[in-house]
């Protein structure tokens, strides 16, 4: 490796984890005495460009907050001071109200491709200064919760589902990234009276050895039988009801009518699901044992899923463990605040009227006694509170629950939390439309993949000798299916929906998921047709990286870790995705321009040395999404 040690300057290359800050500090030196201002307030100053023609990094004239200044003349001033000579490794040029400053190229290479090289996967994490409270050392890292997936057992895992996975798997991964300590929390849809009905719909017509095959599909299969069932039972009884009803606001006798009903409703599957429930409630073992199957089978599915994306959970939590006397607290504590109120014999909040007014009413005990989804959510807030007590909770939540979660927040404020909900986010994000194949709409995620695998199994046996190459063309069609869907995925805003496109993300052309991995495979492949002995690249002579095309793609890698800075401020997966395609286009200009093979040995090998920080680079950006690189396809 070369001496990246730096006397001209009084920070090193080897002293920080981010390239940019180097010359940051580099240029803020030098502009520090002529703007009279520390040399932190210039450092802080100094931004990002959107692109290169633009400078490596700029001084927007009209932050300094310099009075009766003309930001043009006084850009052209700043330039005209900031110093040249040989011992300076930026240029400054004016450009109406702002100071673009370039890289020299002559120190450029030198500076980012050993770095890249040493750092490999950990180049663009940036463990913030700030992460670790001076004061409080022993405390340690900063911890962040993320809530993401968060299915709900024996139903469909729908779109929504898949948006927080991906999303939610993502950003754990930033901040881990960023040095934080992250807790990766799955909270499961597992309890409620629909567990009794399913229950229930298994001894009839569940199956435990169609169960240990497919958990999902099969508990599905028996709550969607089993809920017809109900529903057809519902329509007399509910019939009933209605009429009963209308006859007693006429002062009619409804005692026949009554005993009709009696039977139907006791013989119900609905009822039927309620004592079942009951006595999950109430901790018989016989009747949590078959529940405790469901979850535990499912659990294992998922997980198997789950490991496709590369995420892995912390902790398998949901409503089921919310712990009852807990909510019984949570419950006692509003009343004796005064902020819930009973209401023909349920207890509901009225946000209206504790300022919130959008916040609308939510009932948060039945009249039966029974506590909802709100209450299980307000007490579990606690409980994950008392055992992590994190600096951030992040709940990955589709924006059909926005007044849920902000129901959440603002009563866990109201009763007294401040200091949990001021730390608690929630991530809302978009619908997607379309999840539909030729089959008819797709509701569980297996299936979205297996579709778009036979897609990318047709796109890949057309390249024959490609194709011969592969040691299990199944699994790279796998990984190229499942990069497609995410890029999609995380292509977009967030909180914006999109629309579902199969052909779309399943090109090879455009920014789409296989175009990534397109980009990554072909780096691969140069570096495998040149022979390339990867370890001893850290002893190019960088010096020869002249072009153009070469310098442009050394100041793209030296982007990267304020990109990932910058996303964790974002908290955007587009801005990583945006960065990436950028890059992969500057890669794929240079390929005819800057060629291996045929090159002589010392310029083949500080090529390879560029395309190989390339390829880390972008093999560190595309598993921060979440993806799995592919070396051939
Ligand atoms: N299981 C819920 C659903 O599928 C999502 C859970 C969201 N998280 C929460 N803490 N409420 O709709």
Redo the contacts with the bound molecule.
């Keep these: 490796m070369p001496d990246l040690t730096d006397s001209m300057s009084t920070l090193s290359t080897q002293d920080v984890q981010n390239p940019v800050d180097f010359y940051r500090h580099h240029i803020a030196e030098r502009l520090s005495p002529i703007l009279n201002k520390p040399i932190e307030d210039v450092t802080r100053i100094l931004s990002w460009t959107q692109t290169l023609d633009k400078g490596d990094l700029m001084l927007p004239v009209a932050a300094l907050r310099e009075k009766g200044v003309k930001p043009p003349e006084r850009a052209e001033e700043l330039a005209k001071a900031f110093p040249t000579g040989d011992d300076v490794l930026v240029t400054a040029q004016p450009n109406q109200g702002f100071v673009q400053f370039f890289f020299k190229p002559a120190d450029l290479s030198k500076r980012i491709l050993p770095m890249i090289l040493s750092k490999r996967q950990i180049y663009g994490a940036n463990p913030l200064p700030g992460l670790i409270d001076p004061d409080h050392p022993e405390k340690g890292k900063k911890k962040v919760v993320v809530?993401f997936s968060?299915?709900?057992i024996a139903?469909e895992f729908?779109q929504?589902?898949l948006r927080?996975t991906i999303i939610g798997g993502f950003i754990s991964k930033l901040y881990a990234m960023s040095g934080w300590d992250v807790v990766r929390m799955n909270?499961?849809?597992d309890w409620g009276k629909q567990y009794g009905l399913l229950a229930n719909g298994f001894r009839q017509f569940g199956s435990q050895e169609q169960l240990a095959k497919d958990s999902i599909m099969h508990l599905f299969e028996v709550y969607v039988k089993i809920s017809k069932i109900k529903a057809e039972q519902d329509v007399p009884i509910n019939d009933l009801k209605k009429q009963i009803k209308e006859n007693k606001a006429k002062g009619e006798d409804v005692s026949d009518l009554e005993k009709e009903l009696a039977p139907l409703v006791a013989e119900s599957e609905d009822e039927k699901a309620r004592i079942y429930f009951k006595r999950m409630e109430d901790g018989d073992p016989e009747a949590l044992a078959l529940w405790k199957q469901f979850r535990d089978m499912s659990i294992e599915k998922y997980k198997r899923t789950y490991a496709r994306l590369n995420i892995e959970f912390d902790v398998y939590s949901?409503?089921s463990q919310v712990n009852g006397e807990e909510i019984d607290k949570v419950l006692a504590n509003l009343k004796k605040l005064g902020l819930a109120e009973d209401s023909e014999g349920a207890v509901l909040i009225d946000f209206t009227k504790h300022g919130a007014k959008k916040l609308n009413k939510a009932i948060i005990q039945r009249k039966d006694g029974t506590p909802l989804?709100l209450t299980?959510?307000l007490a579990?807030?606690l409980e994950r509170w008392e055992t992590w007590h994190f600096d951030k909770m992040i709940?990955v939540?589709?924006d059909?629950?926005n007044e849920?979660?902000a129901q959440?927040f603002k009563a866990t404020e109201l009763a007294g939390h401040k200091e949990i909900s001021d730390r608690c986010q929630h991530i809302t994000f978009g619908m997607v439309k379309g999840m539909s194949t030729r089959k008819g709409t797709v509701k569980f995620l297996d299936d979205v993949i297996q579709h778009v695998k036979d897609v990318m199994m047709e796109v890949m046996v057309k390249n024959e000798k490609k194709y011969e190459q592969l040691d299990d063309p199944e699994a790279t069609a796998d990984i190229l299916a499942i990069t497609a869907i995410m890029v999609q995925d995380l292509m977009g805003k967030v909180r914006n929906g999109y629309e579902f496109n199969f052909e779309r993300m399943t090109s090879f052309e455009g920014d789409t998921g296989p175009y990534l991995q397109y980009a990554h495979a072909r780096l691969c492949s140069i570096e495998r047709k040149a022979e390339a002995d990867i370890s001893s690249l850290g002893s190019a002579d960088l010096s020869l990286l002249k072009e153009q095309h070469a310098i442009d793609l050394v100041r793209s890698l030296a982007q990267y870790p304020d990109v990932v800075a910058n996303t964790l401020k974002t908290q955007e997966p587009s801005t990583i995705l945006t960065y990436l395609f950028k890059m992969s286009h500057a890669l794929s200009s240079s390929y005819d321009v800057l060629q291996v093979v045929g090159s002589e040995p010392e310029l083949k090998k500080a090529r390879l040395a560029l395309y190989e920080a390339a390829r880390q680079v972008l093999w560190n950006g595309m598993t921060l999404l979440g993806l799995t690189p592919v070396e051939r396809m």
């Design positions: 809530e968060s299915p709900n139903k729908h929504g589902h927080s909270y499961l849809g949901g409503e989804y299980r959510d579990h807030i709940y939540v589709a059909q629950q849920h979660v959440l």
